[in-house]
């Protein structure tokens, strides 16, 4: 390549907004001037480095934004723990595929400690990594949010943009405090996102408790019934795990080392 079209180079590729082929063009084309590369292969090695990269980033941004507790992934979690779950049946969620194109949900029960944020977070993550856009909140940080939104009469468009989410994370419902306003932004959200988009919900308490969540039970049904609708329900019923592994933290250690 000569000096004249490299001295241009930088300036078209900034315009044209490809920073990856802007990086790595001099070394790619040295190689493919010693190795006899085709013009069609050094352009085509260029264009696949820039997509990687762009897709890279993008991952990053939505990693970024969708505000995952860190280090809680798929990798780290003991199975083993919560023998009521199959690993296979998490896997083929943790793919995506049809139930978030479905605005099919998930939800998990069980006592604190059961490992649900934990499990939530890790099946995140792995959306993520394929592309998709996840957003976590503790439930009541989201109820606070939109019962603001509320007051200020834009509660509409603050449901609906939480549309670009995928899959929206609400950790915790439990905690929800019994309050009418603050408890039906929670029914408009669910109401709002029913089979269209997913929803991921943790809760300590089964529905049978969900009567303290919501302020009237008909409410209260007509939320459930919207959840369940597609759903995919576990039931973690275990012991807490940071209970379970500081009683018995020298079998917890063996089992993590043979599961590892
Ligand atoms: P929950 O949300 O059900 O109250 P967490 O997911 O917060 O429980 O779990 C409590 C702590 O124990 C966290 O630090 C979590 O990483 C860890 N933990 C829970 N279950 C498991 C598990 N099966 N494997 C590894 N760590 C776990
Ligand atoms: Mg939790």
């Given at each position: 390549?000569?000096?004249?079209?490299?001295?241009?180079?930088?300036?078209?590729?900034?315009?044209?907004?490809?920073?990856?082929?802007?990086?790595?063009?001099?070394?790619?084309?040295?190689?493919?001037?010693?190795?006899?590369?085709?013009?069609?292969?050094?352009?085509?090695?260029?264009?696949?480095?820039?997509?990687?990269?762009?897709?890279?980033?993008?991952?990053?941004?939505?990693?970024?934004?969708?505000?995952?507790?860190?280090?809680?992934?798929?990798?780290?979690?003991?199975?083993?723990?919560?023998?009521?779950l199959?690993?296979?049946?998490?896997?083929?969620?943790?793919?995506?595929?049809?139930?978030?194109?479905?605005?099919?949900?998930?939800?998990?029960?069980?006592p604190?400690?059961?490992?649900?944020?934990?499990?939530?977070?890790?099946?995140?993550?792995?959306?993520?990594d394929?592309?998709?856009?996840?957003?976590?909140?503790?439930?009541?940080?989201?109820?606070?949010?939109?019962?603001?939104?509320?007051?200020?009469?834009?509660?509409?468009?603050?449901?609906?943009?939480?549309?670009?989410?995928?899959l929206?994370?609400?950790?915790?419902?439990s905690?929800?405090?019994?309050?009418?306003?603050?408890?039906?932004?929670?029914?408009?959200?669910?109401?709002?996102?029913?089979?269209?988009?997913?929803?991921?919900?943790?809760?300590?308490?089964?529905?049978?408790?969900?009567?303290?969540?919501?302020?009237?039970?008909?409410?209260?049904?007509?939320?459930?019934?919207?959840?369940?609708?597609?759903?995919?329900?576990?039931?973690?019923?275990?012991?807490?795990?940071?209970?379970?592994?500081?009683?018995?933290?020298?079998?917890?250690?063996?089992?993590?080392?043979?599961?590892?």
């Amino acid at each position: 390549m000569s000096c004249a079209y490299g001295a241009r180079l930088p300036t078209l590729l900034t315009a044209l907004r490809l920073p990856t082929i802007r990086n790595h063009w001099e070394t790619m084309s040295a190689q493919a001037d010693a190795e006899g590369w085709t013009g069609a292969r050094l352009l085509s090695v260029l264009a696949e480095l820039e997509l990687a990269e762009r897709s890279q980033r993008r991952i990053g941004r939505h990693l970024e934004q969708s505000r995952l507790p860190a280090g809680k992934s798929f990798e780290s979690f003991d199975f083993s723990a919560v023998p009521m779950l199959r690993r296979a049946h998490l896997e083929a969620l943790a793919s995506g595929d049809s139930w978030l194109a479905s605005g099919q949900n998930v939800l998990m029960f069980g006592p604190p400690g059961a490992g649900k944020t934990h499990l939530a977070a890790g099946l995140g993550r792995r959306l993520i990594d394929q592309g998709y856009r996840v957003f976590f909140t503790r439930t009541t940080d989201l109820v606070q949010r939109l019962q603001t939104a509320r007051r200020e009469l834009t509660l509409p468009s603050a449901i609906e943009k939480l549309d670009k989410f995928d899959l929206l994370i609400l950790d915790d419902l439990s905690y929800v405090e019994k309050d009418q306003a603050e408890t039906s932004v929670l029914f408009e959200l669910i109401s709002a996102r029913y089979e269209r988009k997913s929803l991921l919900i943790t809760a300590n308490q089964p529905f049978g408790a969900w009567d303290r969540i919501f302020p009237d039970p008909s409410m209260t049904v007509a939320a459930i019934d919207r959840l369940v609708h597609h759903a995919t329900i576990f039931e973690m019923n275990v012991e807490s795990y940071r209970r379970r592994s500081a009683v018995t933290r020298s079998q917890t250690a063996a089992k993590e080392v043979k599961a590892g």
